[in-house]
Structures are given as C-alpha cells and as structure tokens.
C-alpha cells in the first residue's frame, strides 16, 4: 500500500510542478501532459528514467534516503510534502496504530475551566474525543452525535449546517484533505483513517477530486473565518498544541485579537451559551482511559 502511495505522489508532484520552475529550459517540444516529464524528472534528481517509472508504478519498495532527498529537491516539495514522501516511502517506519485512546482526566478539567475559549481534543484525522461548551457553541453540539460522526473532516463535507459555518468553504475543506492525507501517509494501517477516506471519496466530488491532488499539511497556525448563526462574522485564531501524554492528540483553541469585532463577537456568543441549556462539555460516555 506504501509502495502504491509513493507512486501516486511523486505522479501528482511531477504533473503540477512547472518545468520553468524546475529551472529546466524550453525544447519546443509540444507537451501532451501537463508538468515534468519522467526523464526530466530522472534528470534532475539523477537517477534513471526506468527507476522513476519502476518508484511510480509501485515496483519498488525500498528507497535510500540520498535517492528521496535528490528527489524531493527535484520536484521542490514543500517541507510538508518532504516529511510526507520519506514517511510513505517506508523510512520512516510507524508501528501499528494503537486503538482511539480516551482523553486524560486533567484534559477534561482544562477543557471545563476554559470558560472564554472555544477548545477541544483531537485524536488523528480529526477525530473529536472531547470538547467544552464554547466549542460546541462555536460549531456543532458534538453531544448529538453519534460517536463514529464526531469528526471535524467528515462534519465539513457531509453535513450541511457545518460546512455553512466556513466564509470560505473550498479553502477550509481543501486545508482538511491536505492535513487527512498527511495523517493518511503517517498511519497507512489506521482503518479508522481508511475508512473515512473511503466515505467521503464516494460521497463527496470536491473530495475525491482534492484527495487525487495529493496536497499534504501538517500541524500549523491557522486563521479560520466563520459565518455564525448566532455571532455573525468570526476571525478567529486556530491554536493547536500536543498533547505529551498521548502524542495522537491534539488541544485546538480557538481565539481572536483583544480588541476585535471577533472578540466582541466570540465573547457575545461564550455569553449566549452559557445563559442557555447548550451541549454539554464532553461526551457522556467517555472513552477509557
């Protein structure tokens, strides 16, 4: 399965990657698809241009690091794609994944006494294992859920009020398929992952059409804009910190400038949450620990 992703993503690097950009020169000869060619490819990062068609055709398994390096200099991959080409080139080889863990009960405490930030806890693949009343207000009462759909990914593709929630839905859903295919490349043997893949392939275009473009991203400082129903316009920052007990977690919180009309906004609707019977802050049937 490694060996069949590494093929599909040095295809789609080499296809979107312009040959001026590589620094090559024009031939003159007419291009029947679009970016490198093999050989070109094979040029750059000095290799063969049989090795190139053997690494995109799955028929290689082991591949040196010298070998990745030429090629990833080769096709200018971003340090995301770099990181994403070694772990699915089998480098980097990750053990079994172990099953969902539970959150921590410190973790829970946190998320309760955060009373002015919208926060929660992500497993990988933005699964959502926790979550305090201001994220629920924020975005989607989790609480209703069932369990298998607490997932901020399939939440953007498939339900409708969700993915209204975005003032620019295509660039957040693209942000979601670039950070899911990093995971995917990083755990290839996490059904969980597998399957929401396989889902939202099936059921979502834009899905299945961003997934072949092979864009990866890992953890980063985000800005999200949201249309709230009951705030208005929101800017808000997207802090995203690790968790040291379980490194497959994340703590996200959600803050705006001191200040802003978003901070305005964002304290209006902590406010209107905590007059009224919201979701709760976490599930009521935690996962064990």
């Not at 998320?111 to 992500?122: E, F, N, W, Y």
């Not at 990914?153 to 009020?161: A, H, K, M, N, Q």
């Not at 290839?188 to 961003?210: K, T």
Request: charged share 25%; with cysteine.
């Amino acid at each position: 399965m490694a060996s069949d992703e590494l093929g599909e993503f040095l295809r789609a690097r080499r296809a979107a990657l312009d040959p001026r950009t590589a620094g090559l020169p024009d031939d003159g000869r007419q291009r029947r698809v679009p970016g490198l060619r093999r050989e070109e490819l094979a040029q750059l990062a000095h290799v063969s241009v049989d090795y190139i068609v053997r690494l995109e055709q799955g028929r290689t398994r082991s591949v040196s690091r010298p070998v990745l390096e030429a090629l990833a200099d080769a096709l200018r991959l971003a340090p995301d794609e770099r990181d994403y080409l070694f772990t699915v080139a089998d480098v980097v080889h990750p053990p079994r994944p172990p099953a969902r863990p539970g959150v921590a009960a410190h973790l829970r405490q946190l998320l309760d006494t955060m009373h002015d930030v919208p926060a929660m806890v992500l497993h990988r693949g933005m699964d959502v294992l926790a979550w305090n009343r201001g994220a629920a207000a924020l975005l989607t009462d989790f609480g209703a859920l069932p369990p298998a759909e607490r997932n901020l990914i399939r939440l953007t593709f498939l339900d409708p009020g969700f993915r209204a929630l975005y003032a620019d839905w295509p660039r957040a859903a693209r942000e979601c398929v670039a950070a899911l295919r990093m995971e995917a490349g990083r755990n290839p043997r996490d059904r969980a992952l597998s399957d929401l893949v396989g889902e939202l392939s099936v059921r979502d275009a834009d899905f299945r059409a961003w997934w072949a473009g092979h864009q990866v991203r890992g953890p980063r400082q985000l800005t999200k804009t949201y249309a709230h129903p009951v705030a208005g316009p929101l800017t808000l920052d997207v802090q995203q910190f690790t968790v040291d007990t379980h490194p497959d977690q994340l703590l996200v919180a959600y803050t705006a400038e001191p200040g802003s009309p978003a901070h305005e906004a964002l304290r209006f609707l902590l406010q209107w949450s905590a007059a009224g019977p919201h979701a709760p802050a976490v599930p009521s049937e935690p996962a064990p620990e």
